[in-house]
């Protein structure tokens, strides 16, 4: 496929043809996703994307602007494939089927460990080492993503406004960062966690959780319109 | 106050007095709440606090095993704090409000900046990068906190079942850890909120949006203990 090759190392490399250039990005998502998935996010660092790619991490550095901003592209990459996922099982849906939203939001996380792994490193790491360019186009993607995704909602839950819906996906998706992080625990913890009864409290699973999660807030956001109680003490 | 001082510098380092090793303790502990709130809990090294207790990194390990242990004590403390703070709102409450118990909420985790921040961190970092007797000391602590707060909560409104409160509690301090990140970002994302009307929508909050969820959580509660819709899909 490679053509048009002009001479002299240096103008070659100055003179990347587009498409390869975009395979070269492609390979790089690849490393950083495999690596994710199998090490987690916190355990990968350019180095070690760079070394499975086979460039040097200077090479690297020609695509990307920093290890966090192909993290960013790939949180975006998840939300957009969240968001398909979503459509797959709610665009035919019958009209007032709560349990079923609940149970696509929470499998739908559920099915994509590293868009959860992502989400709680997001805020704390990946949008602070990035350009404001990158990191205004990654909101855009989340954003938009989010916003795609209560419209959906509403569509199966009409009785739902707007805002409502989008506080219903915006606090499931940061739960499942949170609860994913807690239900992925470290090699020391969950030794504990299977030696020791005490902690078994502390041990959660994902998608049982996000779901009962998600049906309490879509049976709430209704009643909860008009306080649920209008005193703020008992003395009158 | 210092007694005691038997001859030899390195049998002083041994033979020091619990008491003194409990201040040093405290300078540490001290030192590392000071830093995290002023610059955020990820910037803040070992060697940044050694420097601000003013003595040598080595030195300081002889008191915590690493710079996550610190920081994982700090969270114990900030639970203890916390649910002190739970008892003072809460212990006079009268029975079924459950608007005070949302409130209180958001406002116990608002008004604690540095708990928050920790939550986001404790199980992506701090739980991974310690002992097993450390980690253990550590959710003992805060499941003894978590599980107080929810009694506190049913004693308010006592409909609710001990796992239902359980429920609330948990996905509450949750989202604490997850919005506040959000609602906290980094000088380059702060900019962007500033001046792109565009990313208007992706700025929270903290203490509205976790006082609205906990709202919604606490009115959907009970009426979610039946599947709020039966069926799966509209197919029969």
Redesign the interface.
Known sequence: MYTGRVTGAETFQRARRPEQKLRRQDDILRAARDLALRDGV?NVSLADIASRVGIHKSALLRYFETREQIFLELTAEAWRDWVRGLHDELD???R?????VA?VFARGFGDRPLLCDL???T???L??N???EA??RY??T??AAV?EAAELVQAVLPALTVDEAL?FV??VA??A???W??AN??P??A??YAS?P??G??C?ELVPRLR??A???????I??RT????????AQ
């Open positions: 916190r035919q849906a019958r007032g089927a709560a349990d079923l149970d989400i709680a490193h805020p704390l790491n949008e602070r990035v350009s404001p990191v205004r909101k855009l989340s954003l916003g506080e915006a606090a940061s739960l960062g949170a609860v992080q807690i625990p470290g020391v913890l030794e504990l020791d005490a902690l409290l502390a959660v009962r999660t049906e309490i807030l879509l049976a709430g956001l009643p909860s306080p649920v109680d209008s005193g703020e003490d008992g």
